[in-house]
């Protein structure tokens, strides 16, 4: 859909400001499936998916219920040296919590319970509270920030290469829990795909156009809504400070690429697995793994590992790199490409989690004491707390910035 640029007074229509490049532009009136997009940067600034949040609860509901079994209960079994085992999510994490490493469990137990279990509780606290007349302001900011972290599609695919890496000790067959599971993640899907925060903002806190020109309109990040600041310097929908930039964006995002870069480090040079088989020690780390699992014939997981724990966080940590460094020499070229990279590295950097996923799993699985027996080793705290900072970096980093020399550049240039 084609949207107008403001130039002169503002119209009697909708505005709004991009939130990755502060572009202000008007927006029209748009159909439910209609969706909007930045005219500068291509940014999605309306979502066309919306649905009531009756119809959010409802499934937010379903995927409760299910939620008790799909996690509790065997989502996979196996049958090793005459005995049958049955791994659950629950028990891989509690597994790592009781071999010493409390941190990482808690990094999986989030990201695969943790997650979903606020989003469903989340929406079900909305419905509940718009009729009860409760602040509803703190779960809508939440809900924004919720999403990524959600990865119950990743601990599948990370299902599948466990699957694969225990064959070759055990009989495999699906758990009663596996059905469970499928149908929570898919719901959770559906409500990632159908949620839109924006609209719930304005159906919930709904806000006048403020009077004034174009050029003294500010946007408020976490809620998206382009207007003026209240008395105290707050956004009047969100109650947030509203500021110009992220206060302390470049530094935070400096701090946590940093201590990512170190904590990758031991991530790929210390062992991530340890195996123990007739009393023999075999250690893996990161792309020993890969290569095992390569030169066993299974080239397309190895492909699938390889990418989420070797390629996407490196990348993720030049791109970074690249993306800061061009914001402090006010780089002018490749405005859009950069903004293309910092989107890939949004959506690519939670598959990272795969790796300690399939740790969990393996761990639940093959654990017969001094015969066969699984173990997580030193390097998997290292690089689960890098995959966090690197998403927290990106997360903390404001795209606007990448912008503003460009707009410099072009108002020394008027003077």
């Known amino acids: 859909m084609k949207i107008e640029t403001l130039s ?10 991009c939130s990755e490049c502060d572009m202000l532009f008007t927006l029209p009136p748009l159909r439910g499936t209609e969706s909007a997009y930045c005219p500068r940067c291509n940014a999605r600034v309306e979502k066309g998916r919306d649905w009531s949040l009756t119809r959010l609860a409802i499934v937010a509901v379903t995927a409760l219920l299910l939620m008790p079994f799909a996690f509790s209960e065997p989502l996979i079994s196996i049958r090793l040296l005459g005995t049958r085992i049955d791994a659950s999510l629950l028990e891989g994490v509690m597994l790592m919590t009781d071999q010493g490493s409390p941190l990482t469990g808690s990094m999986v137990l989030f990201c695969a319970v943790g997650a979903p279990l606020t989003l469903v509780l989340s929406l079900l606290y909305l419905y509940i509270g718009r009729r009860l007349g409760m602040n509803l302001r703190p779960v809508l900011l939440m809900l924004d920030r919720l999403k990524e972290w959600v990865m119950l599609d990743i601990y599948l695919v990370g299902m599948g290469v466990a699957c694969i ?11 009663p829990a596996l059905a ?11 409500l990632l795909i159908h949620l839109n925060v924006e609209q719930l903002w304005a159906r919930l806190y709904p806000q006048p156009q403020p009077p004034g020109t174009p050029d003294s309109l500010r946007l408020c990040l976490p809620c998206k809504f382009t207007g003026h600041p209240d008395a105290r310097g707050r956004c009047p929908r969100c109650h947030v400070p509203m500021r110009p930039r992220r206060r302390h964006s470049l530094q935070k995002s400096w701090a946590a690429l940093l201590a990512a870069m170190i904590f990758l480090l031991p991530a790929n040079l210390l062992p991530i697995s340890v195996i123990y088989a007739n009393g023999q020690r075999m250690d ?3 792309f020993s793994g890969v290569v095992s699992l390569a030169t066993s014939g299974n080239i397309p997981i190895a492909g699938i590992v390889f990418i989420a724990s070797v390629l996407v ?3 993720k ?3 970074l790199l690249v993306l800061l460094l061009s914001i402090h020499f006010r780089t002018q070229h490749s405005l859009k490409t950069r903004i293309r990279l910092l989107r890939l590295v949004t959506w690519i950097g939670r598959w990272s989690m795969l790796d300690l996923f399939v740790i969990a799993l393996m761990m639940s699985l093959i654990n017969r004491d001094q015969l066969l027996s699984f173990t997580m080793g030193p390097a998997a705290f290292y690089f689960g707390s890098a995959v966090f900072l690197t998403i927290l970096a990106v997360h903390w980093l404001d795209s606007r910035l990448i912008w503003d020399a460009h707009a ?3 108002a020394d240039y008027t003077d």
């Open 8 to 17: 002169g007074p503002l119209p009697q229509a909708r505005y709004q400001r």
């Open 165 to 175: 890496k225990v064959k070759e000790y055990a009989d495999i067959t699906p758990g």
């Open 180 to 190: 469970a599971y499928l149908a929570v993640m898919l719901l959770t899907i559906l």
């Open 284 to 286: 893996d780390t990161i």
């Open 313 to 315: 966080p490196f990348t």
């Open 317 to 319: 940590v030049i791109v």
């Open 408 to 410: 410099t550049r072009n």
